[in-house]
């Protein structure tokens, strides 16, 4: 069992749906990310959060909304997207203050927008 | 903005050959990680180095992590198909949010 668990696996939904990603961690960490996995595309990183406060947003369209309501819960909520947002998106944690940052990943929600 | 280009991006070997994927970046980093994702599963963290000419082992894998620490390299020892899965180098300037990941190596390897 990972320490990462991320819900659902599997997501389709249309251009003008509401859905929402939820990614929980067991490892006592306080730190927890959101990335972007595209195919052909190395991860690309969309949010940081710190001790429940976002710490970075790389330049992530408001369709996008992150929500952290304690260190060990992250929930992405989904609006509006477009097809080209269809991909894996990773859900990771790390301990803080480590300065070699490995993270720790969930399996990933695969979302389909039509 | 850092790159780390991987390479070959895609290798497809039969069990028990050898093989060697190599992550270079102009950029100079702290740290090299190295992460092995499987289908349908997210990355899994395989090791960190830190110093530059650093070489560990894990099992049949063995890294390199260049001089300069610009560069990284991954060597198999007789691939099974357990190893199987698309690897991604990752460089680190500190913290886990400082991370550049590599463009990924798929590799298959088959009976």
């Known amino acids: 069992e990972t320490g990462v668990t991320q819900t659902p696996r599997h997501l389709v939904m249309g251009m003008t749906n509401k859905k929402s990603l939820k990614c929980e961690q067991h490892l006592g960490h306080n730190a927890m990310y959101w990335y972007k996995q595209s195919a052909k595309k190395p991860l690309e990183l969309m949010f940081v959060y710190n001790f429940k406060e976002q710490t970075e947003n790389n330049s992530v369209p408001s369709r996008f909304s992150p929500e952290c309501p304690n260190s060990s819960h992250l929930f992405l909520h989904l609006h509006t997207l477009q097809p080209e947002d269809s991909a894996l998106y990773l859900c990771?944690?790390?301990?803080?203050?480590?300065?070699?940052?490995?993270?720790?990943f969930g399996e990933g929600s695969r979302l389909t927008v039509l | 903005t850092q790159l780390l280009e991987q390479s070959p991006q895609f290798l497809s070997i039969q069990e028990g050959e050898n093989l060697t994927v190599y992550c270079n970046s102009s950029s100079v980093f702290s740290s090299l990680q190295w992460y092995r994702q499987e289908p349908g599963e997210g990355p899994v963290l395989l090791v960190t180095v830190v110093t530059g000419g650093e070489v560990k082992k894990l099992k049949r894998l063995t890294f390199q992590f260049g001089d300069a620490r610009k560069d990284s390299s991954l060597h198999i020892t007789a691939a099974q198909p357990g190893d199987t899965g698309l690897y991604l180098c990752?460089?680190?300037?500190?913290?886990?949010?400082?991370?550049?990941f590599g463009t990924g190596t798929r590799l298959q390897v088959t009976l």
């Open positions: 990752a460089g680190g300037s500190g913290t886990a949010s400082k991370l550049t």
């Open positions: 990771a944690s790390s301990p803080l203050f480590v300065n070699t940052g490995e993270l720790f």
